[in-house]
Every structure is written in structure tokens, then in C-alpha cells.
Nanobody, 124 residues
Framework: QVQVVESGGGSVQAGGSLRLSCTAS????????LGWFRQAPGKEREGVGG???????RVAESVKDRFTISKENAKNTLYLRMNSLKPEDTAMYYC??????????????????WGQGTQVTVSS
């Protein structure tokens, strides 16, 4: 069974930085990819970033000048480094494990495995 666990959220002031971690287990890494998504109150979930099967990064246009995706394959861990945080980045951040194409498209399937989420709050 696939398990996904996020960590690293918190409260910061605008302009601050955070690094989120996502560790997954229970799947064959060549089948699945990990990706970051976020959902703010009253808004729909949106894709933030992830890798495809050959290791190419995709980061959402809205954050790509401030957010960086990285990973450690040996640890099945995905990171999201967030710099210059803004109040509009406040959201619950989720990590998902899904078929790589779905992650790349920021369109996780019904069978995607999600972590419990980690809250990021940015104050002005």
C-alpha cells in the first residue's frame, strides 16, 4: 500500500522561506511520481510542482520564480523549497503519488495516494 507523508509546513512572515518534504513508500518508483499540490480556503486545488518519469521538473507558472522542486531518489523523497513567500501562498500543501503522466499534468487520478497535508501560513 502506498503511503505518503508530508512535513515542513508552518507559519512565516511574507518574504520568508520554507522547505516541505514528502516521503513515499510502498510503490515501485518507476511507475509512480510524486507531486506537490495546494488548496487555499475557498479555492480549488492546484498543482505546484513535480517530476516526470525521466526526472524533468515542472513547476507552476505562478510560483516558478520562487519555488523549487528537488528530490532524493534513494529516499523516495520530494522537496518543495519556497522562497519569498507571499500571503497568497497560504494553503494546505499536499503531496500525491500517482502515475507520472498524471502528476506531470497536475491532474491526479482517483487512485492517487495523498498525504495528510501540511499547512503553510504566510502573514503580511
Amino acid at each position: 500500500q502506498v503511503q505518503v507523508v508530508e512535513s515542513g509546513g508552518g507559519s512565516v512572515q511574507a518574504g520568508g522561506s520554507l522547505r516541505l518534504s514528502c516521503t513515499a513508500s510502498g510503490y515501485a518508483s518507476h511507475d509512480y511520481c510524486l507531486g506537490w499540490f495546494r488548496q487555499a480556503p475557498g479555492k480549488e486545488r492546484e498543482g505546484v510542482g513535480g517530476f516526470n518519469r525521466i526526472g524533468v521538473t515542472r513547476v507552476a507558472e505562478s510560483v516558478k520564480d520562487r519555488f523549487t522542486i528537488s528530490k532524493e531518489n534513494a529516499k523516495n523523497t520530494l522537496y518543495l523549497r519556497m522562497n519569498s513567500l507571499k500571503p497568497e501562498d497560504t494553503a494546505m500543501y499536499y503531496c500525491a503519488a500517482d502515475w507520472c503522466g498524471n502528476i506531470w499534468a497536475f491532474y491526479p487520478s482517483q487512485s492517487a495516494q495523498w498525504g495528510q497535508g501540511t499547512q503553510v501560513t504566510v502573514s503580511s
